[in-house]
């Protein structure tokens, strides 16, 4: 089955630097990844969508300069979380939609990652 | 807007006991889409059944049942005789048009605890 690689599966970085994670198509295309944020014991929120070869759209509330997202291939999308600092901490995971697939193929997900920052 | 709320935060059983996990959601669509996801302790996400809004027939996978009402914008789900593996945290999601795989709209997750 469609699997989606994301990696690192956990990241401990200083306040003031930067953190690329990246989501990988593995058996598939995918035009479109999205992106979500789990802070501890809560849901998860989708952050932005990211679309191969053009700009990825931004939920309400997140700083597209902070968290800098690229999908330049259909197979590849990086989130880089810039300037990190503690209260971004959290688990980020990512989905990707199989692009050759019917239209009733649903999401597959990574297995996320845990970041913190000191 | 779409939205998706789990009322039960946290639910805690004694092994073998079922359990049911309540989903009520809204839409302005008239086309989407309803999933299940597990969470284990280790953070994946597990897929456990995706439904669209014009199959309102109950499922059954082994210990795992649905329960989708359309009158009550509700999509239940029970464990049947539960297990102590069956701890994890659930999410109800919602996904709107035509697309099963369109971006989700989650609950709030339900925490199971299933004591041995």
């Known amino acids: 089955g469609a699997v989606v690689s994301q990696h690192p599966s956990w990241v401990i970085c200083k306040s003031g630097t930067s953190v690329k994670i990246e989501c990988r198509s593995l058996?598939?295309?995918?035009?479109?990844m999205f992106w979500y944020r789990q802070f501890p014991k809560q849901s998860l929120m989708l952050m932005a969508t990211s679309n191969e070869g053009s700009k990825a759209t931004y939920e309400q509330g997140v700083e597209k300069d902070k968290f800098l997202i690229n999908h330049a291939s259909l197979t590849l999308s990086t989130l880089t979380v810039t300037s990190a600092h503690p209260e971004d901490s959290s688990f980020y995971i990512c989905?990707?939609?199989?692009?050759?697939?019917?239209?009733?193929?649903?999401?597959?997900f990574g297995n996320g990652t845990r970041l913190t920052v000191t | 807007a779409q939205k998706v709320t789990q009322a039960q935060t946290e639910i805690s059983v004694v092994e073998k006991e079922d359990v049911t996990l309540d989903c009520v959601y809204e839409t302005r669509d008239t086309t989407y889409y309803l999933f299940w996801y597990k969470q284990p302790p280790s953070g994946e996400l597990v897929f456990l059944i995706r439904r669209n809004s014009f199959d309102e027939q109950n499922e059954i996978s082994g210990r795992y049942s649905w329960n989708f009402q359309k009158s009550t914008s509700s999509f239940n789900f029970t464990i049947t005789a539960s297990q102590v593996v069956d701890s994890a945290v659930y999410f109800c999601?919602?996904?709107?048009?035509?697309?099963?795989?369109?971006?989700?709209?989650f609950g709030g997750g339900t925490r199971v605890l299933v004591k041995p």
């Open positions: 989905s990707a939609r199989d692009f050759t697939s019917s239209y009733n193929s649903p999401l597959h």
């Open positions: 058996d598939f295309q995918a035009t479109t």
């Open positions: 999601a919602l996904s709107e048009g035509t697309a099963a795989g369109n971006k989700l709209t």
